[in-house]
């Protein structure tokens, strides 16, 4: 390394520790979000070195202050007639590239610091599709396990009577995320049109017929398998045969599982918070299938499916632990985090590198914690980034707003076209920013640097808001 280039280094790691000290002081009690803005900082230390303009502009600085967070009381009644409270928010986090765009999440882990890593991350994720989205993410502390329908319906009119008047079309448009899927969606488009006299793009993940776009509710999972598949064939690879293991059984998970096996990989394992099953020669297509009924439809569990089916081996959860070291121990070449963030810690790292794996693609949003995802840079493994592997979701989103805003519905293949599009160049966005500036990790550190001057760009040129 030349000396000129060695001084730029020192001074973009300075600058970053800098930033990353005022975050830390000023956000004590939000670990996750500290950690991803952590791993933002990591990789953009050399545009912060290089860009005194973003500098002056305190492009960062503000870039980690949401630009409103709003925190309300969602009061419901069970099937009993017994109340309940919970805690809902919403984080309009960056506007610079359109209305703030991002899901909701439905789960007891739920907090404000959860709520903004997502948040932080998605502004980067929507930057990356090159679609006018900007980043947000909302949600609430309930644990809607074992609640009726009806209980759900109540909760979801109760949260969006409160979440109505801080959403609409050209402002705030929320979606799915853990626990918040077609249903979920329905009753909270129902009570906000009610609400507002008005049927608008308001939220995307609507069902077919009624406003929403084909392949949104495959989107997330066929757009990771695309991106794993680009992965692999600009190193001369293909996904053909490839051991896959896939964490999760929701939606992600399903989709990208399907799409895997149309495309000739064997998923040998998936999982739950009931366990993990394995099928050592893959899972069949009717499997999945039946795997999407009891999950879908009965709401139960992967230990439940297995018991019907004789082929696959499960393997409970221990209680105490996370309970899946030995998911990510299988023999595997490609593996897919699917579940949740910080799903993957050193210990299953360690897993996955002595389990032979050669990719991994992130379908969970920070599912490697910081310790994995070091452990990662060091070796040969490929890894494809939450905001850059997991961004078909939001990306079909994006086109479900555009379908929505000229009152058109596009076919399956209109949409799937646009979505493998979409996905190439978010590759393509990575490897080349990768290259420019001289990075080591293509993918992780090419996503963040190609998402981060994104946004910068646009906030320079909006002024000091
Ligand atoms: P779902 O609710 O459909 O599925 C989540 C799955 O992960 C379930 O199988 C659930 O187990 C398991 N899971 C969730 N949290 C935990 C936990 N704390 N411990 C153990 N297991 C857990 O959610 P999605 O598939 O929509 O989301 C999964 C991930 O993908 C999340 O990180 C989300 O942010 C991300 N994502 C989602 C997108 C989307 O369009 N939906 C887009 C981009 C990213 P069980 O079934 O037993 O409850
Ligand atoms: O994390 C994500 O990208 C999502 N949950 C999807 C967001 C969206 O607006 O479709």
């Excluded at 879908?296 to 209680?319: C, I, P, T, Y």
């Amino acid at each position: 390394m030349s000396q000129t280039a060695s001084r730029t280094r020192r001074e973009g790691e300075k600058i970053a520790a800098d930033l990353l000290t005022a975050v830390e002081e000023r956000n004590r009690h939000e670990p996750e979000f500290i950690q991803a803005v952590r791993g933002v900082l990591r990789s953009i230390q050399p545009v912060l070195a290089k860009r005194e303009d973003l500098r002056e502009h305190r492009i960062f600085e503000r870039l980690v202050e949401p630009e409103r967070v709003i925190q309300f009381r969602v009061p419901w009644q069970d099937d009993s007639g017994e109340f309940h409270v919970n805690r809902g928010w919403r984080v309009q986090f960056s506007s610079a590239l359109g209305p703030y765009k991002g899901g909701l999440r439905f789960h007891p882990s739920v907090t404000l610091s959860v709520l903004k890593f997502l948040g932080f991350e998605q502004i980067f994720k929507n930057a990356l599709t090159m679609l006018p989205l900007g980043g947000g993410k909302g949600g609430c502390d309930l644990d809607p396990k074992g609640l009726s329908d009806h209980e759900i319906m109540r909760f979801c009119q109760s949260f969006m009577s409160e979440l109505y008047r801080h959403v609409g079309a050209d402002t705030d448009v929320p979606a799915g995320d853990i626990n918040v899927g077609p249903r979920e969606i329905g009753y909270l488009f129902g009570q906000y049109k009610r609400l507002g006299n008005r049927f608008d793009g308001v939220i995307t993940g609507k069902g077919d017929g009624w406003g929403g776009s084909k392949l949104r509710p495959e989107a997330t999972g066929y757009g990771l398998s695309y991106f794993a598949a680009i992965m692999l064939e600009d190193h001369g690879d293909t996904l053909e045969g490839k051991r896959c293991i896939v964490s999760g059984a929701g939606n992600v998970s399903q989709y990208a599982a399907k799409k895997l096996i149309e495309m000739d990989a064997r998923v040998i394992a998936m999982s739950d918070s009931s366990g993990y099953i394995v099928a050592e020669d893959g899972l069949t297509m009717d499997q999945l299938e039946a795997i999407m009924r009891v999950k879908n439809e009965q709401r139960d569990s992967l230990e439940s499916f297995a018991a019907d089916d004789g082929d696959v081996e499960f393997h409970q959860r221990e209680k105490g632990s996370d309970g899946t070291s030995g998911f990510w121990s299988i023999e595997t070449d490609c593996a897919f985090p699917c579940a949740t963030q910080n799903e993957v810690g050193k210990r299953e790292a360690r897993a996955l590198l002595d389990s032979g794996v050669k990719l991994i693609a992130e379908g969970a949003n920070m599912p490697l914690d910081a310790e994995a995802m070091e452990l990662m840079r060091e070796s040969e493994v490929l890894v494809g980034p939450a905001k850059a592997a997991n961004a078909g979701g939001v990306a079909v989103s994006g086109l479900e707003m555009a379908q929505n805003s000229q009152r058109q519905h596009w076919t399956r293949e209109d949409v799937d076209e646009r979505l493998k599009a979409i996905m190439r160049t978010i590759h393509d966005r990575c490897t080349d920013a990768a290259e420019t500036y001289e990075v080591k990790d293509t993918y992780v550190d090419g996503a963040n640097i190609a998402g981060f001057l994104r946004v910068a760009e646009a906030m320079k040129a909006q002024g000091l808001v």
